[in-house]
């Protein structure tokens, strides 16, 4: 089993920065794509980006592409988040999830493991 754990997260103005981080103490974490999405209250969690066990594929949702940048580095069990330009509009809970296959998906469906999430907010 994959433990995720997710931080980074914070309060931060439009246009600012923030890198989020999804650790495991798993072994075989360079086994699992990892995918991120975030949920907004109301809303339902949507995708963000993933990227493969090898890291030769990157994707993102058009919403914050050119914004945001998918890495991992396996020996560090970690996968990272660094997102720029921050709008209002992704402020959420952000979530990292696992998957046992080579490639990462776009749907929640798709994933098996999950970490507890990390509050971003941005302000106006």
């Known amino acids: 089993q994959v433990q995720l754990v997710e931080s980074g997260g914070g309060l931060v103005q439009a246009g600012g920065s923030l890198r989020l981080s999804c650790a495991s103490s798993?072994?075989?974490?360079?086994?699992?794509?990892i995918g991120w999405f975030r949920q907004a209250p109301g809303k339902e969690r949507e995708f963000v980006a993933s990227?493969?066990?090898?890291?030769?594929?990157?994707t993102y949702a058009d919403s914050v592409k050119g914004r945001v940048t998918i890495s991992r580095d396996n020996a560090k069990n970690t996968v990272f988040l660094q997102m720029n330009s921050l709008k209002p509009e992704d402020t959420a809970v952000y979530y990292c999830?696992?998957?046992?296959?080579?490639?990462?998906?776009?749907?929640?469906?798709?994933?098996?493991?999950w970490g507890q999430g990390t509050q971003v907010t941005v302000s106006s």
């Open positions: 999830a696992g998957r046992g296959a080579v490639r990462a998906g776009f749907s929640v469906a798709e994933y098996d493991y």
């Open positions: 990227i493969s066990r090898n890291a030769f594929t990157t």
């Open positions: 798993g072994s075989i974490f360079s086994r699992y794509a």
